[in-house]
């Protein structure tokens, strides 16, 4: 049966890969070559797009503007890391926009009857643009009379020939299995996406809209200070390698990004891992809590860090080796290493917290001497159901 899904808005788009980003380089993996890439696929996410003194530009969109009042719902629909990309941006959309936000692992959405109308705003995420899960989804939502716009990093990939809108992250050729600047790219654009509608619809403060604009466009420069400075990553990757599990914990936003770096250690490293909302813990899973259980606890919000705090003394006294992401002043407690990050607005933080988790993932996987660009039992892209 032919389906015809109705009018498509599409410009041209021009690739820009090249045969130095699809080469190793200096690097021994093309997952480590990726990581080190993130700030200068950050900076092709931003290019032209955030000016500090004008609305940010996506000439791609200017159909959907005058729509924009009307949407009073908004699904994020993905799959992996993709789909983490997704959580990791929900609150951002929520607080500037105003409209509740879901976000659903595409092979979920589609068996879920989801309610979706003609005031539903989709968004598709996707890396590859090839996903048959996330392709599925994006179907439905048309059909369903939904307005689709997808976030892919392939130019004239399929999603993209679907969707009404297609937005590049333009973050270059992406080799290695684990997904890493596909991720932080992501992230990158749909804040920047966040912010173009925020603009356009009035919706958030001025004030709240510069801070984020020029946040953003130095989170390449602080992922670079993260990235020149490994060596406490190193030697707790070295202690965690040999380990059976591995639990990420964290609140709120931190919550997204233990989600992602459990995934990355999962896929590289084939240890089992767990991510956990820190205040959950104590309803179940602190009972696997035993002497030397590695946990990683991100912290990132100010307003959650005590509560945090709390939660990380509580696995110390069942004896669990302790490693903190952090970019706040932390008082003195008995975890065995500590990662300092830049601050930046807690909304975008997972920018920059993912980065030491995707390193810590990495260097267990060397350690462990595995092929870390292709692990066993996955694909680069998923294209069966
Ligand atoms: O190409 P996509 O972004 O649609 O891929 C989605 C997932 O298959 C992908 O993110 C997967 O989870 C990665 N291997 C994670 O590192």
Redesign the pocket.
């Known amino acids: 049966m032919i389906k015809i899904f109705g009018k498509i808005n599409k410009s041209l788009t021009k690739g820009n890969w090249n045969t130095t980003l699809s080469s190793k380089n200096e690097f021994d993996d093309f997952m480590l070559k990726e990581i080190y890439e993130q700030p200068s696929a950050l900076k092709e996410t931003i290019e032209s797009r955030i000016n500090l003194n004008k609305p940010c530009n996506f000439n791609e969109l200017e159909d959907i503007k005058k729509i924009l009042g009307t949407f009073d719902h908004i699904y994020m629909v993905?799959?992996?890391?993709?789909?983490h990309a997704g959580i990791a941006v929900k609150k951002l959309y929520e607080k500037l926009l105003n409209i509740p936000v879901t976000v659903e692992i595409a092979s979920e959405f589609r068996y879920q009857n989801p309610i979706i109308n003609k005031k539903t705003l989709a968004i598709f995420?996707?890396?590859?643009?090839?996903?048959a899960d996330?392709i599925a989804a994006l179907k439905l939502a048309k059909e369903k009379n939904a307005t689709t716009i997808c976030i892919s990093?392939v130019i004239g990939s399929t999603i993209t020939r679907y969707s009404d809108y297609s937005l590049y992250t333009h973050a270059g050729p992406e080799i290695a299995?684990?997904?890493?600047k596909?991720?932080t790219s992501q992230i990158m654009l749909l804040g920047i996406l966040a912010i173009y509608f925020a603009e356009n619809m009035q919706s958030a403060p001025e004030s709240i809209i510069k801070e984020l604009k020029e946040e953003l466009l130095i989170i390449p420069n602080k992922i670079n200070e993260i990235l020149n400075n490994t060596q406490t990553i190193k030697s707790f990757a070295k202690e965690a390698a040999n380990k059976k599990d591995v639990f990420f914990i964290g609140r709120g936003i931190d919550y997204a990004v233990a989600l992602e770096g459990s995934?990355?250690l999962k896929?590289i490293s084939y240890i089992h891992s767990e991510a956990y909302p820190s205040g959950e813990l104590k309803h179940g899973p602190i009972a696997l809590i035993e002497n030397g259980t590695i946990v990683v606890s991100i912290i990132t919000d100010s307003n959650l860090a005590e509560k945090s705090i709390n939660n990380v003394q509580e696995v110390i006294t069942r004896g669990a080796n302790v490693f903190v992401i952090t970019n706040q002043e932390l008082p003195d407690f008995d975890y065995n290493e500590i990662i300092h990050i830049p601050k930046t607005n807690t909304l975008i933080s997972p920018m920059l917290s993912i980065i030491p988790l995707q390193l810590f993932s990495y260097y267990i996987a060397k350690e462990k001497k595995l092929d870390v660009d292709k692990p066993r039992n996955?694909a680069?892209?998923?294209t069966v159901e």
């Open positions: 993905a799959c992996g890391t993709a789909m995420i996707s890396q590859s643009g090839e996903t996330t990093n299995v684990a997904s890493t596909a991720y995934l990355k896929e996955l680069k892209s998923v």
